[in-house]
C-alpha cells in the first residue's frame, strides 16, 4: 500500500486579494488531486494537505512560486491513510483565531529543538504550553504549564491571570508553532520581558528529538487526531468511559453534547460514538426522531433541533 505524505504549514504573510488567493489554491489542489484543508486570511495562510509523495512535491512547488512564500516551511508526516476526506480552501478572518490586535509583521525570539529540551530540564525556564486543555492531556512536555483553555480564543485571559511571570524568561511550544507564533507576540505586547518560541513545534521537535522531554502522544486537528510521532510511547490519557489508558479521541456524536474526549475503540462501539451512556440514550432517541418526522414528510431540521435545545 502506497504511503500518505502529509503537510503542516503557515505563513503570516499580508494577502491583498484573498477570494483570488483562494480561487488560485483551489485549482491547483484540484489540478493535483490531493485532500486537505487551508485557511487563508488577510493575515497570511495556515493549511495541512496529503496526498502521495510526488503530488506533496508539487504542492510545494506551488506554494513557494506564491510572492511572499518563497521560505515556507513545510513539516512532513507519513501516514498509512489520508486524513481528509476532501479539499476544503477557506476564507477566515484569521487564520488562528486569538480576536485581539497583534502585530505580526514583527518577529518573535525562536529557540531550537536542543535548546528547548535544555530549557525542559532547567528549573528557572518555564514550559508553556498554548494549546487547548484536551491537546494536553494527550501528552506534553515534561512540566510544562497547562493553561486549562478550551480554545485558543481563551488564552488572553490565562495571560492575564499569569502576568506575575513578566520577568520570567518563558519557553512556549504548540503543535505546528502558528499558535506560539501570535501568542508569543501577544505576551510582549503585554509586557512579558523574555518569550521564546519552539520552533516547528511538537511536529519537529518529536522528528528530531523523539526519545526525550516529552511523554504521551500529539494532538492533532485532522482525522488522525494523534500523530504517529513514536509508536514506542504510551498514551497518559485514559478512556473517558471506561478510564482505560488510551490515545484515541472524538468529538461526542450527541450533537447537544459534541464534546472532544478520549474514548477507547471498544467504548466508542458501545456507546456508538457517544461519550456516555446518557448522551448515547438523547442520540438514540434524536435519530429515531428524526427519521420519523422525515417519514411523515414533516422534516424541518431548525424546528427539530429548536425542540431538542440543540
Not at 48 to 63: I, L, T
Not at 124 to 136: A, H, M, P, Q, S
Not at 166 to 195: H, N, P, W
Request: proline share 2%; charged share 35%; net charge positive.
Amino acid at each position: 500500500m502506497e504511503k500518505v505524505h502529509i503537510l503542516i504549514y503557515y505563513k503570516f504573510q499580508p494577502i491583498e486579494h484573498v477570494e483570488y488567493f483562494i480561487r488560485v489554491h483551489k485549482r491547483k489542489c484540484q489540478e493535483l488531486e490531493i485532500v486537505g484543508k487551508v485557511l487563508v486570511g488577510n493575515e497570511g495562510v495556515n493549511g495541512s494537505v496529503a496526498g502521495n509523495k510526488e503530488q506533496m512535491e508539487k504542492y510545494k512547488e506551488f506554494v513557494h512560486s506564491l510572492k511572499g512564500f518563497e521560505d515556507v516551511w513545510f513539516k512532513e508526516e507519513v501516514g498509512n491513510e489520508a486524513p481528509f476526506n476532501k479539499m476544503i480552501v477557506r476564507k477566515r478572518e484569521e487564520i488562528v483565531s486569538l480576536r485581539k490586535d497583534v502585530d505580526m509583521s514583527k518577529k518573535g525570539k525562536y529557540v531550537n529543538s536542543k535548546e528547548f529540551l535544555k530549557g525542559v530540564e532547567d528549573e528557572d525556564i518555564i514550559i508553556l504550553d498554548t494549546r487547548n486543555d484536551y491537546e494536553y492531556e494527550v501528552g506534553k512536555f515534561n512540566g510544562a504549564v497547562n493553561p486549562n483553555i478550551k480554545t485558543f480564543r481563551e488564552f488572553p485571559e490565562f495571560v492575564e491571570k499569569f502576568k506575575e511571570n513578566k520577568k520570567k524568561k518563558i519557553y512556549m511550544y504548540c503543535t505546528g508553532g502558528i499558535r506560539c507564533e501570535k501568542a508569543s507576540l501577544y505576551m510582549e505586547q503585554e509586557g512579558f520581558e523574555d518569550v521564546h518560541q519552539l520552533h516547528g513545534g511538537i511536529i519537529n521537535f518529536r522528528q528530531e528529538i523523539p526519545d526525550k522531554g516529552w511523554e504521551g502522544k500529539c494532538f492533532v486537528f485532522d482525522k488522525r487526531l494523534v500523530s504517529k510521532d513514536n509508536e514506542s510511547k504510551g498514551a497518559i490519557a485514559n478512556c473517558v468511559s471506561c478510564n482505560r489508558v488510551s490515545d484515541l479521541q472524538r468529538n461526542c456524536k450527541n450533537v447537544a453534547c459534541d464534546l472532544l474526549v478520549v474514548q477507547c475503540s471498544n467504548c466508542q462501539k458501545k456507546f456508538h460514538g457517544c461519550c456516555r451512556k446518557e448522551c448515547m440514550r438523547e442520540f438514540l432517541e434524536y435519530s429515531r426522531y428524526r427519521a420519523e418526522k422525515k417519514r411523515d414528510g414533516n422534516w424541518e431540521t431548525k424546528e427539530i433541533t429548536q425542540e431538542y435545545k440543540i
